[in-house]
C-alpha cells in the first residue's frame, strides 16, 4: 500500500506539471490542472457508497448583507463610469453576441487620428472610455464563449465563437497598443495623465525600446514564427507530439530570445523576462537563490515522507468517493464560518450560478476560474472526478473567486493570484462543519503533499529554464538539455540516477517552456505565501483568516515582496524563510523537524 502511495507521489510529482497560466494586459482566463492519477481502487473490491445529504439551509439574507452582493460598474476595470449598479443576471441569461469588432476598430483608429493633434483631453477621454468599454465587452463576449464551450465541448457553436475571439484577440491587443503610444505622443498627455491615467503611465509607452529598437523586434518576430510552429506541432487533441521536432523548436527559441535580451542590453533573458514581461520585484539572483533554498531545505522532506509511515494513514482518504453536494456543502460551510467577504463572494456565485463543478464527459477537464467583465462576474469551473481532490479544487478555484469578486476581477500577478486560492484550501479544511476531524486532519496532509509538490517540481522546472538559457549556442544541443533536466529531476529529488534516462525529455510537455518563459517560479513564491497563512491560522485560530482578509485588500499597484508586507506578513525572500515553510510542512505531516 505504502509502494502504492509512494508511486503514485512520483508520478503526480511528473504530471502535476500543468497549472495556471496568465498572459496579456487584461489578465485572461486563469487556469489550474491538476493532476489526473487515478485513485488505486480499495483492495477489497468495494467502494463505499455516498450517501447525499441534503443541502446546508442557508439562512435568510437580510438586506444589509444583500447589499454587500451589489455590483458597481465603475468597481473594477470601468472606474470611469457612474456609481451604478450593474444588471446582474444568472449565467445562464447572460446573453453572448459575437463582439463587432469593426465597430471597435473604428472607434479606435478615429482616437488615435485625433490623439495626434487634439490637446482636447476631454473630448479624448470621452471617446477613450467609449473605446474602453467595447474592449472590455469584447473580452467578456470571449469569456462567455470561452466557459460555454468548457461545459459543453460538443456544442460546435460556442467550440466556433470561442476560436473565432481567440483569434481576434491579438489585433484587438494591438489596437489598445498603438492608441497609448499615440496618446503618448500627443499634446493632450499630460492633462489626460492628469484627469485619468496617473502621473507617468505613458512613460511605458514612450519611444519604448522594446517597440522601436528593430534588432529586438525582427528576433521578436522571428520568436513569434517558430512558437506558431511549436503550436501546430503539438496541435493534435490526443496531446501526441514529434519530441524531436518540439525539442528543435525549443532550441531555436532560447536563442532567438537570448538574442532579443542582448538587443536591449539585459545581461540575460532571464533578466529580460523579470523585468520586462513580468515587472517583478525581485531580482534573478533573489529568484536563483530561493530556488537553492528550495533544493536544500524542502527536497528532503520528500524522502523522509517516504521512509515514515505517515502516508499509511492517508489510504483511506486517498481512496474516498466524494459527491458534488458534498463538495459544495463543504467549501458553503467553510465560507460561512469565516464569514465577511469570503461569505459575501459564495453566496453571490450562488445566486447567479456562477459556479458549475459538475462531473460531465462532455466538459473540459481540469478546473479554472475567470472573470467575465461585463457583469463583474467571477466564474468557477470545475469537472469533478469523484475523488478526495475535489474538495481541495473547488476551495481552491473559489479562493481564486472571492479575489476576483473583492478585487473586481484585478490580476496583477502568479505570485499575488496563487496565495488566495492555496490558502483557501487549506482554510476550507480547518473552517468546514462537513467534515469528521480524521477527514479533515487526511485531507490537510494530502493538501499539504500537494503543495510540497508544487513547491519542488516548479522549482526544479525554474532551476531547468535557468541553466538552459546561460548555456552558451553552441552546447546547445538535445543532449545537452536534456542532460540538464534529468540534473535538476535527480537534484530536486523526483527522479533517481537509475530511471532518470526514461524522463529525459519529459520537460517537452510542458508548455509553459514555450508560451511563457521564466513564469514557472511564481508558483514556489506564492506556494511559500500560502503556506505562511496557514502557518498563521495552525498557530493561533483565526489568525490566518485575518491575514487572508488584510492580502484580499490590496494594492493593485503592489508587487509580491510588498503585497505581503503591507499585509502584515513576511517577505518570501527573507533569509531563513524557506526554512520556516518547511518546518511546518514537516509539523504538519507528523514528521520530525
Ligand atoms: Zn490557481
Redesign the pocket.
Known sequence: MKRILALILAISLLTGLS??TMQGTVPKT?T?QYPTTTAPTDPTGTVPATDEPDPIPTETDSPADDEALIRWQNGGFRDYRDDVPVDMVAFAEMEYVRPDTEALYAAFDALIEDAGDSDDFEALLTDYYAAYDRYLSFYSMDTIANLRHSLDTTDSYYAEEYDWCEAESPNVEEKLETLYKALAAGPARTDLETAYFGEGFFETYDDYEVYTNETFLAFSKQEKEILSEYRELTADPDGSFDTDAVTDCFIRMVKVRKQMAEALDYDSYAAYAYDVTYGRDYTTEEGSAFLDEIRTEIVPILNELLSSDQLYGLYGVYTMRVSEQEVDRMVQSAAQNIGGAVYDAFRFMKRYDLCDIHQDAKKLDGSF?TYIYDYESPFVMVNATGDYSDYTTFA??FG?FTDGFYNYGANEDLET??TF?QAMEFLALQYTDTLSDEQKSGLTKLQIIDQLQAFITQAAFAKFEEEVYQLPDEELTPERVNGVFMQVCVDYGFVDEAEKEYYASYWTNVLHFFEVPFYVIAYCVSADNALQVCRLETEHTGDGVDAYFRILDRDHEARVQQFMTDAGLENPFREGGVRESADFIREQLGLKP
Do not use: F, I
Open positions: 497549472a495556471c486563469e489550474t476560474e481552491h478555484e481564486h493570484a496563487e486560492s
